[in-house]
T-cell receptor, first 113, second 113 residues
Framework: GAGVSQTPSNKVTEKGKYVELRCDPI?????LYWYRQSLGQGPEFLIY????????DSGLPNDRFFAVRPEGSVSTLKIQRTERGDSAVYLC???????????FGQGTRLTVV | AQSVTQLGSHVSVSEGALVLLRCNYS??????LFWYVQYPNQGLQLLLK??????LVKGINGFEAEFKKSETSFHLTKPSAHMSDAAEYFC???????????FGRGTSLIVHP
């Protein structure tokens, strides 16, 4: 597709469960970013990939959060032992290379009940 | 470290009136500054950005913003509001050379007929 694709668009899970959120970046984009947007807040940076490696993971809130990008394209954000406070919209963005404009997907709305 | 303050969580204007959305930033290094727009159920879209050079930057849909270093501001303006401008607007800052922005909390623009 032409844009950044995120699946699922909505995810409801029970507290304590494991979830995976997927991001398909724009083809050819080497940089990929994950953000989290809580209700009434601006997006909060989580992690940045350049190629397959995490160039900056300083925004991951704790060790329950992990992200991978094994082939330098699709990325998966993984959350273990989900908590109600993890409920938010998780945004993915990609850019052609580092330090160029990032394009955002529509996000995955995660609800932990 | 960088931070952004957006004054006013909601701004209401009449169609045809001036739009002014305020943003002040804090940055320990020369910043890059951004305005993003988020329409309902859509991803974030870059409106405009300041990196270097001319301090008055023009973006899409008739919006513009002026970087004022002395005031640490980057306010967004549009001479005449349209109904279609109703959306959430986010100001963001990154260290110069980086496109990993820190976002403000957002301002919801409401346009009345």
């Amino acid at each position: 597709g032409a844009g950044v694709s995120q699946t699922p668009s909505n995810k409801v899970t029970e507290k304590g469960k494991y979830v995976e959120l997927r991001c398909d970046p724009i083809s050819g984009h080497t940089a990929l970013y994950w953000y989290r947007q809580s209700l009434g807040q601006g997006p909060e940076f989580l992690i940045y990939f350049q190629g397959t490696g995490a160039a900056d993971d300083s925004g991951l809130p704790n060790d329950r959060f992990f992200a991978v990008r094994p082939e330098g394209s699709v990325s998966t954000l993984k959350i273990q032992r989900t908590e109600r406070g993890d409920s938010a919209v998780y945004l993915c963005a990609s850019s052609f290379r580092a330090n160029t404009e990032a394009f955002f997907g529509q996000g995955t709305r995660l609800t932990v009940v | 470290a960088q931070s952004v303050t957006q004054l006013g969580s909601h701004v209401s204007v009449s169609e045809g009136a001036l739009v002014l959305l305020r943003c002040n930033y804090s940055s320990s290094v020369p910043p890059y500054l951004f305005w993003y727009v988020q329409y309902p159920n859509q991803g974030l879209q870059l409106l405009l950005k300041y990196t270097t050079g001319a301090t008055l930057v023009k973006g899409i849909n008739g919006f513009e913003a002026e970087f004022k270093k002395s005031e640490t501001s980057f306010h967004l303006t549009k001479p005449s509001a349209h109904m279609s401008d109703a959306a959430e607007y986010f100001c963001a800052v990154s260290p110069g050379g980086s496109y990993i922005p820190t976002f403000g909390r957002g301002t919801s623009l409401i346009v009345h007929p």
